[in-house]
């Protein structure tokens, strides 16, 4: 089974963004496929001349995945992935490495033998496969009540595939931001939203909610294979009494529901804690659905990455990865 997180063109929509280059690492055993898609990054401080890079996988999840592999082999081509893996970040001067693994498959597991796994937050989605009713099985009966007491009151949906432009949704989406102040890692530009209607326009699923025929949210819906992502969505606040986001939600599963999705993904919160409020908040619409998301932080090269640390002026053992990011370049010493 395959994802819109293992697309190279999904990758590539982040290049800006991360300041590198999306790269595939496709590996070929007797007994079995592994691809790996990741951003290659060029690190701003050169040792002795010499440019280095780092990677990461693009915003949301990815990490290493076995294409084709029997479970009995699964072991030995792992291993000899690794072993190649590194080879590669060797000639490649790849210093660092930060991996997030796919909650939905088991990509942390079966890397787990060159990875060391830190567990991030739980996620949880809205179970359309297991269930008649997900609405009635899966949402809180609170926010059942909400969206049947919306729809009463005149709340309207409609639901549009492969949209011809984004330019609405931009608006609600960057109002939201604002008056969230969102970090900037959440501003996606015009040129990102241009390059992912134009990569992946069918796969897009927009789901308006509309309040006496004005549009008072839009959530930008991933559609591939069986799995819907919640991408990201923006609502008008004068209209939050309406419960739009519960509408939104409710919509979303009318339509998978009608497209044979099994799963529609609604990500975690924020932090690890248990009483993160943006878990709490998705997860009253996947009561019985959970899923465990798994990061790495490697190191590839540890001579370089003290060096660059050192000339950073920064602690290596910092709680930011790679730590000699987390400094800003014109500390660099001379």
Known sequence: MNDIYFEPNYGRLYEQIEHG?????????????????????????????????DITTPYG??????????QKNKVEVVQAFEQAFERYCQEENIVSEFVRFHPLFTNAQDFQSGYELTFRRHTTGTNLKDFENPVKSEFSKSKQKSIKKALAAGVEFRVRENPADLEEFKYLYYSTMKRRNADSVYYFNDQYFDKLLETFGPNIVLVEVLYEEKVIAIGLNLAYGKFVHIHLSGTLEEYHYLSSAFVMRYALVMWGT??????????????????????LFKKQFGKNTEFDYYVSNKIQNSKIYDLL???????KEGFSFPAYRSAVLVTAKK
């Not at 990741?38 to 010499?50: A, D, Q, S, T």
């Open 309 to 315: 640390c050192e000339k950073m002026d920064v602690d």
């Open 61 to 70: 999840y990815g990490g290493p995945r076995l294409v084709e592999c029997e």
């Open 258 to 279: 009608e497209h044979a999705m099994e799963l529609i993904h609604e990500g975690g919160g924020v932090t690890g804690n248990a009483d993160d409020p943006l878990y």
């Open 21 to 53: 280059t999306c790269e595939v690492f496709d590996f070929e055993h007797l007994h079995g496929k592994i691809s790996y898609i990741f951003i290659k990054r060029p690190i701003p401080v050169e040792i002795n001349g010499e440019t280095y890079y």
